[in-house]
C-alpha cells in the first residue's frame, strides 16, 4: 500500500524528530508551530558584570563547579572566595538582573563595588561538582586516609584562580558562614600562599560540644529534616514528608528519634547512623574538632573570626578556635574575634533588628564596612593598617561597639541561687534545695506552642524569644534578682556551676540567663516585663564524669554540672532584674531524655521514659551558681 503523503510542515517535522532550534524571524508559522524554545540566552551586553562557570580541577582530577564573577572592567582586583554545600550556582543568581549587586548575595555589594572579584564553588559532591560528599569532611589523617580535605581542595582551587582570572591580582581571601565558615577555616590549614587572609563567620567546629548536631551530648531534633535535605541527591532532596502539624506533638507521639527516624525513612541515611552511632565524645567527634587541628598548628593566615550573639545554630566555634588561636606567635596583630548582635549568618543580612530587638542603625553593614572589608582591603589590597582590636564586640543592652584586648574581658563574679526563688551576688547563709517533677510526656517547649520550627521567624529568634511563656510552669525553677542599681557588664561567656540531684538514673538540665526589663519599661512599652535570654545552654547528665564516659546516675546523689553559656557582650541595666531558670528540657529543639540511663538515647524504649524529681541545691557545700564575667564599668 503506498505511504500517505505528508501535509506536516518541515519545521513542526523536525520539532516531532525531537530537534528544534531557534526560528528565523521572517519564517511563516502558522498556529500549530510548537512554542517551545531551546534556551533563554541573556542579552549580557546589558550587564554591568561578567561571569563565568569554569569546572577546577583538583590534585586527584576531580572537577568542582566554580563561578567567578566581578564587575565590567575589573583589573587587578583581589579574589574572595567561598566554598559552599548550598547550590553556587543559585547564591550568583540571586535575582535575575543586568546588576552585579543583585545576582549575589547582599554582603557582597561592599566588595564588588570597590574591584573584587567574588567566587562561590561547589564542594566536593555537591550540586555542579564531581565527586563524593561527606558531611564535614576531615581533615586527612586518622579519620581520613584518601590525602583529600576541604584543604587540600581550597589549596588547588586558589592556585588554579591566580593562575587562570587574568583580572585578579593574585591575593585571595576566602569567607562565608556556617558550613561556609568550617570551609573557610580549612583553607587555613596548610594554605596556599595565595591566601591573605580570611573571615570564617559561624563556623562548624565541634558538632558534638555545642555547634549543629549535639549541644553538651543532647541531640537537635532539627537536624532530621537538615539531613535529609542535604544528603539526598547532591542536595535535591527536602524535608522528611510528616506534615505540618505542631511539631511538639509529632515528635512526642513518635517516642524516641530512633522510632522518628524509622518511622519516616531517616535511618537509612549514612549520616544519620553516623550520629546515632556514636552518641558520646569519642575520638569519632573529638577528632574531627577543628579547633583542636587548628590549634596544633602556626597561625599564618589573618583571620576575623566572627559570631552572632543569639546564634541558633554554631554559638560554639568561632570562640573557641579563637581560644585555640590566642596565643600563637603573631595572633595579637593578625587574629580577631567578632561578636555581634545577630542570629546565625545574620551578619550577611540586614541587622537593625532581631525579634523584638531594636537597634540603631543596620549593625550587620557596620561590621561589615567598619571592620571586615578594611580588615580584607589591608591583606588583599595593600591599604594601611585598620589597627582593628582583638576582640570587637556589640554591647547590647546600651547598642555600642567595644573593641578588647583580650576576651573573655570581665572578671568572674558568682550569681548565687538562694531561697525562696531569690539571686543575688552575695553567698546565701545557708543552704538547702528546691524540687520540680520533670515529666517527659510533658516536656517544656523551647517556643510557645504550635511549634513550627521550619519556620524562619521561629527557628531564626528563639534564642530572644520573651520567656514569659514558661515562667510559671510547675517543672521549671525560677531565680529572680531585686532590680540593679547599676549596670552590669558581661563579656565573656557565662558559666554554670549547678548542684543538682535527680530521683532517675539520667537527667538532662537547661539553664537560662535572663534580663528582665522593668513593668514600666518607659520609651519602649512593648518591651515592658519583657525576660530576655541573654544566654541558654543544655547539658546531658550522663555525662557528668566525662564526655566520653557516659554513666547511670545514683538516685538521689547531688553531682556538680559545670558548662559555658554563649559569649556575650550584654549590659542588665538599673532597674531590671537578673532570672536564672532551670528545667529539664527543651523541646523539641532537643530530644528527650528518657530519665532512665539506657546504652543509647536514640534508641529508647516508651517504658524508659518516667517521671524524676529534680533538685537543684543552694548555699552550704553546694553553692549553685552562674558565674558571670562582669566588666568595670
Same mark, same amino acid.
Given at each position: 500500500?503506498?505511504?500517505?503523503?505528508?501535509?506536516?510542515?518541515?519545521?513542526?517535522?523536525?520539532?516531532?524528530?525531537?530537534?528544534?532550534?531557534?526560528?528565523?524571524?521572517?519564517?511563516? @508559522?502558522?498556529?500549530?508551530?510548537?512554542?517551545?524554545?531551546?534556551?533563554?540566552?541573556?542579552?549580557?551586553?546589558?550587564?554591568?558584570?561578567?561571569?563565568?562557570?569554569?569546572?577546577?580541577?583538583?590534585?586527584?582530577?576531580?572537577?568542582?563547579?566554580?563561578?567567578?564573577?566581578?564587575? /565590567?572592567?575589573?583589573?587587578?582586583?583581589?579574589?574572595?572566595?567561598?566554598?559552599?554545600?548550598?547550590?553556587? *550556582?543559585?547564591?550568583?543568581?540571586?535575582?535575575?538582573?543586568?546588576?552585579?549587586?543583585?545576582?549575589?548575595?547582599?554582603?557582597?555589594?561592599?566588595?564588588?563595588?570597590?574591584?573584587?572579584?567574588?567566587?562561590?564553588?561547589?564542594?566536593?559532591?555537591?550540586?555542579?561538582?564531581?565527586?563524593?560528599?561527606?558531611?564535614?569532611?576531615?581533615?586527612?589523617?586518622?579519620?581520613?586516609?584518601?590525602?583529600?580535605?576541604?584543604?587540600?581542595?581550597?589549596?588547588?582551587?586558589?592556585?588554579?584562580?591566580?593562575?587562570?582570572?587574568?583580572?585578579?591580582?593574585?591575593?585571595?581571601?576566602?569567607?562565608?558562614?556556617?558550613?561556609?565558615?568550617?570551609?573557610?577555616?580549612?583553607?587555613?590549614?596548610?594554605?596556599?600562599?595565595?591566601?591573605?587572609?580570611?573571615?570564617?563567620?559561624?563556623?562548624?567546629?565541634? =558538632?558534638?560540644?555545642?555547634?549543629?548536631?549535639?549541644?553538651?551530648?543532647?541531640?537537635?531534633?532539627?537536624?532530621?529534616?537538615?539531613?535529609? +535535605?542535604?544528603?539526598?541527591?547532591?542536595?535535591?532532596? =527536602?524535608?522528611?514528608?510528616?506534615?505540618?502539624?505542631?511539631?511538639?506533638?509529632?515528635?512526642?507521639?513518635?517516642?524516641?528519634?530512633?522510632?522518628?527516624?524509622? &518511622?519516616?525513612?531517616?535511618? /537509612?541515611?549514612?549520616?544519620?547512623?553516623?550520629?546515632?552511632?556514636?552518641?558520646?565524645?569519642?575520638?569519632?567527634?573529638?577528632?574531627?574538632?577543628?579547633?583542636?587541628?587548628?590549634?596544633?598548628?602556626?597561625?599564618?593566615?589573618?583571620?576575623?573570626?566572627?559570631?552572632?550573639?543569639?546564634?541558633?545554630?554554631?554559638?560554639?566555634?568561632?570562640?573557641?578556635?579563637? &581560644?585555640? @588561636?590566642?596565643?600563637?606567635?603573631?595572633?595579637?596583630?593578625?587574629?580577631?574575634?567578632?561578636?555581634? !548582635?545577630?542570629?546565625?549568618? +545574620?551578619?550577611?543580612?540586614?541587622?537593625?533588628?532581631?525579634?523584638?530587638?531594636?537597634?540603631?542603625?543596620?549593625?550587620?553593614?557596620?561590621?561589615?564596612?567598619?571592620?571586615?572589608?578594611?580588615?580584607?582591603?589591608?591583606?588583599?589590597?595593600? *591599604?594601611?593598617?585598620?589597627?582593628?582590636?582583638?576582640?570587637?564586640?556589640? #554591647?547590647?543592652?546600651?547598642?555600642?561597639?567595644?573593641?578588647?584586648? #583580650?576576651?573573655?574581658? =570581665?572578671?568572674?563574679? !558568682?550569681?548565687?541561687?538562694?531561697?525562696?526563688?531569690?539571686?543575688?551576688?552575695? *553567698?546565701?547563709?545557708?543552704?538547702?534545695?528546691?524540687?520540680?517533677?520533670?515529666?517527659?510526656?510533658?516536656?517544656?517547649?523551647?517556643?510557645?506552642?504550635?511549634?513550627?520550627? +521550619?519556620?524562619?521567624?521561629?527557628?531564626?529568634?528563639?534564642?530572644?524569644?520573651? &520567656?514569659?511563656?514558661?515562667?510559671?510552669?510547675?517543672?521549671?525553677?525560677?531565680?529572680?534578682?531585686?532590680?540593679?542599681?547599676?549596670?552590669?557588664?558581661?563579656?565573656?561567656?557565662?558559666?554554670?556551676?549547678?548542684?543538682?540531684?535527680?530521683?532517675?538514673?539520667?537527667?538532662?538540665?537547661?539553664?537560662?540567663?535572663?534580663?528582665?526589663?522593668?513593668?514600666?519599661?518607659?520609651?519602649?512599652?512593648?518591651?515592658?516585663?519583657?525576660?530576655?535570654?541573654?544566654?541558654?545552654?543544655?547539658?546531658?547528665?550522663?555525662?557528668?564524669?566525662?564526655?566520653?564516659?557516659?554513666?547511670?546516675?545514683?538516685?538521689?546523689?547531688?553531682?556538680?554540672?559545670?558548662?559555658?553559656? !554563649?559569649?556575650?557582650?550584654?549590659?542588665?541595666?538599673?532597674?531590671?532584674?537578673?532570672?536564672?531558670?532551670?528545667?529539664?528540657?527543651?523541646?523539641?529543639?532537643?530530644?528527650?531524655?528518657? &530519665?532512665?540511663?539506657?546504652?543509647?538515647?536514640?534508641? *529508647?524504649?516508651?517504658?524508659?521514659?518516667?517521671?524524676?524529681?529534680?533538685?537543684?541545691?543552694?548555699?552550704?557545700?553546694?553553692?549553685?551558681?552562674?558565674? @558571670?564575667?562582669?566588666?568595670?564599668?
Amino acid at each position: 500500500m503506498p505511504r500517505a503523503r505528508s501535509f506536516v510542515p518541515a519545521l513542526l517535522c523536525v520539532a516531532l524528530a525531537g530537534a528544534i532550534s531557534a526560528v528565523a524571524q521572517d519564517t511563516p @508559522l502558522t498556529p500549530m508551530t510548537p512554542d517551545m524554545y531551546p534556551a533563554y540566552k541573556k542579552v549580557e551586553q546589558a550587564n554591568d558584570y561578567v561571569r563565568r562557570v569554569e569546572m577546577v580541577p583538583m590534585r586527584d582530577g576531580t572537577k568542582l563547579y566554580t563561578v567567578i564573577v566581578f564587575r /565590567k572592567g575589573t583589573k587587578n582586583g583581589p579574589i574572595l572566595l567561598s566554598r559552599t554545600p548550598y547550590n553556587a *550556582a543559585k547564591a550568583t543568581l540571586r535575582i535575575p538582573s543586568t546588576r552585579i549587586i543583585d545576582i549575589l548575595p547582599l554582603m557582597d555589594a561592599e566588595f564588588v563595588n570597590d574591584g573584587y572579584i567574588r567566587v562561590y564553588q561547589d564542594i566536593r559532591g555537591r550540586d555542579g561538582s564531581e565527586g563524593a560528599y561527606v558531611m564535614n569532611r576531615p581533615i586527612r589523617g586518622p579519620l581520613n586516609d584518601t590525602g583529600i580535605d576541604e584543604s587540600t581542595d581550597a589549596y588547588d582551587t586558589i592556585d588554579w584562580l591566580v593562575k587562570h582570572v587574568p583580572e585578579s591580582n593574585g591575593k585571595v581571601g576566602i569567607t562565608g558562614s556556617s558550613y561556609l565558615g568550617f570551609t573557610s577555616l580549612m583553607a587555613t590549614i596548610d594554605p596556599h600562599p595565595a591566601l591573605k587572609a580570611a573571615v570564617p563567620q559561624s563556623p562548624m567546629v565541634d =558538632g558534638w560540644l555545642g555547634d549543629d548536631w549535639l549541644h553538651n551530648g543532647a541531640f537537635r531534633v532539627t537536624n532530621l529534616d537538615y539531613i535529609t +535535605g542535604q544528603t539526598t541527591d547532591a542536595g535535591s532532596g =527536602g524535608s522528611v514528608p510528616s506534615g505540618g502539624s505542631d511539631d511538639y506533638l509529632k515528635f512526642l507521639r513518635a517516642g524516641s528519634v530512633g522510632d522518628y527516624a524509622r &518511622q519516616w525513612g531517616v535511618d /537509612k541515611f549514612p549520616f544519620y547512623q553516623k550520629l546515632a552511632q556514636n552518641p558520646a565524645y569519642t575520638p569519632f567527634w573529638s577528632e574531627q574538632a577543628v579547633d583542636r587541628w587548628l590549634g596544633a598548628r602556626p597561625l599564618t593566615v589573618p583571620t576575623m573570626l566572627v559570631v552572632g550573639q543569639w546564634d541558633q545554630e554554631d554559638s560554639y566555634g568561632a570562640p573557641a578556635v579563637y &581560644q585555640a @588561636l590566642k596565643d600563637k606567635p603573631n595572633a595579637k596583630d593578625r587574629l580577631h574575634l567578632v561578636i555581634g !548582635p545577630w542570629r546565625h549568618s +545574620g551578619v550577611n543580612y540586614q541587622g537593625d533588628s532581631l525579634g523584638a530587638l531594636k537597634f540603631p542603625g543596620d549593625t550587620a553593614l557596620e561590621f561589615r564596612t567598619r571592620y571586615m572589608k578594611p580588615f580584607l582591603d589591608h591583606y588583599l589590597k595593600g *591599604a594601611p593598617d585598620p589597627r582593628i582590636a582583638p576582640v570587637v564586640t556589640y #554591647q547590647t543592652g546600651v547598642n555600642k561597639w567595644d573593641a578588647s584586648q #583580650q576576651w573573655p574581658a =570581665g572578671k568572674p563574679t !558568682p550569681l548565687y541561687l538562694k531561697a525562696n526563688g531569690s539571686l543575688g551576688f552575695a *553567698a546565701p547563709a545557708s543552704g538547702g534545695h528546691d524540687e520540680y517533677v520533670s515529666d517527659p510526656s510533658k516536656p517544656v517547649p523551647f517556643v510557645p506552642r504550635p511549634v513550627h520550627m +521550619g519556620d524562619r521567624a521561629v527557628w531564626t529568634t528563639w534564642l530572644v524569644h520573651d &520567656q514569659r511563656f514558661v515562667t510559671d510552669r510547675p517543672d521549671t525553677l525560677v531565680y529572680l534578682s531585686e532590680p540593679v542599681d547599676k549596670p552590669v557588664h558581661i563579656m565573656g561567656a557565662p558559666q554554670v556551676d549547678l548542684y543538682a540531684a535527680t530521683s532517675g538514673t539520667d537527667s538532662d538540665w537547661v539553664v537560662k540567663l535572663i534580663d528582665v526589663y522593668p513593668d514600666d519599661n518607659g520609651y519602649t512599652p512593648e518591651m515592658s516585663g519583657f525576660e530576655l535570654p541573654v544566654g541558654i545552654e543544655i547539658f546531658r547528665g550522663r555525662y557528668a564524669h566525662g564526655f566520653d564516659k557516659p554513666a547511670a546516675l545514683v538516685p538521689g546523689k547531688v553531682e556538680r554540672y559545670r558548662f559555658g553559656l !554563649p559569649n556575650v557582650d550584654h549590659t542588665i541595666l538599673p532597674g531590671h532584674r537578673i532570672m536564672v531558670q532551670v528545667q529539664s528540657s527543651l523541646f523539641p529543639l532537643y530530644d528527650r531524655n528518657p &530519665q532512665t540511663f539506657v546504652p543509647n538515647i536514640f534508641d *529508647a524504649k516508651p517504658t524508659d521514659y518516667v517521671k524524676a524529681t529534680q533538685s537543684v541545691y543552694y548555699g552550704g557545700d553546694t553553692p549553685s551558681s552562674v558565674v @558571670l564575667p562582669v566588666a568595670a564599668n
